[in-house]
């Protein structure tokens, strides 16, 4: 099946401790996004990337980095640096201008 | 002033009536525009772009308006599942897609 696939869905971290959330499309798209949405809240713009080995800060790209190392992965690493990662984490993507599909999300917890 | 504006609402209507929302973005340059849904604690599905002419799919109309720099969502004979959040998203000509907050819509019977 065609689609956009984020492990794991539930993700516990220690403070102080980076973690990878893992973004994989098999849909040829070209761009990718990484978003953050609190409780009640919008989504707002981590990463994104328009084209492998490239990529391009969004609105909160504090604390996060990213790889685009192949067209179909965009893992997204949540760096200690980030002083409240507990969140929903959702992964897009979309051909060029077009709309964008969404994975399933990760729910993020810091214990 | 943010990207991307919308009224948080909520928006609390009875089945079958018309409701519309609308989202205003301060980029000049965008491109693309959308209009999403979210249930609570699930991604956001797409629930339609938005071309400059206009466009309708079934209850749901969304439009452009580039001079004043919004796009609207009009739901008519609102159904009790209408009840979600609906995001819009702007796209500029790199490819950065910005969401609005959304707007809550509650559809009681």
């Known amino acids: 099946d065609g689609g956009i696939t984020q492990s794991p869905k539930y993700l516990f971290r220690k403070e102080g401790q980076n973690v990878t959330l893992s973004c994989e499309q098999n849909?040829?798209?070209?761009?990718m996004y990484w978003y953050r949405q609190d409780p009640g809240q919008g989504l707002r713009l981590i990463y994104y990337?328009?084209?492998?080995?490239?990529?391009q800060k969004g609105d909160i790209a504090e604390g996060y980095s990213v790889s685009r190392e192949k067209k179909e992965s965009f893992p997204l690493t949540v760096t200690s640096a980030q002083k409240n990662p507990t969140a929903f984490y959702l992964c897009?993507?979309?051909?060029?201008?077009?709309?964008?599909?969404f994975g399933q999300g990760t729910r993020l917890t810091v214990v | 002033r943010k990207e991307v504006e919308q009224d948080p609402g909520p928006f609390n209507v009875p089945e079958g009536a018309t409701v519309a929302f609308n989202c205003t973005y301060s980029?000049?340059?965008?491109?693309?525009f959308f209009w999403y849904r979210q249930d609570c604690r699930k991604e956001p599905k797409l629930l339609m772009s938005v071309y400059s002419s206009g466009n309708e799919d079934g209850r749901f109309t969304a439009q452009l308006n580039r001079a004043s720099q919004y796009i609207s969502l009009l739901i008519r004979d609102s159904k009790l599942s209408d009840s979600a959040t609906y995001l819009c998203a702007v796209m500029d000509s790199s490819y950065k897609l910005i969401f609005g907050s959304g707007t809550r819509l509650l559809v009681r019977p």
């Open positions: 990337s328009q084209i492998v080995n490239d990529f």
């Open positions: 897009a993507s979309s051909i060029q201008d077009t709309e964008a599909f």
């Open positions: 849909l040829n798209h070209d761009a």
């Open positions: 980029n000049s340059a965008s491109q693309s």
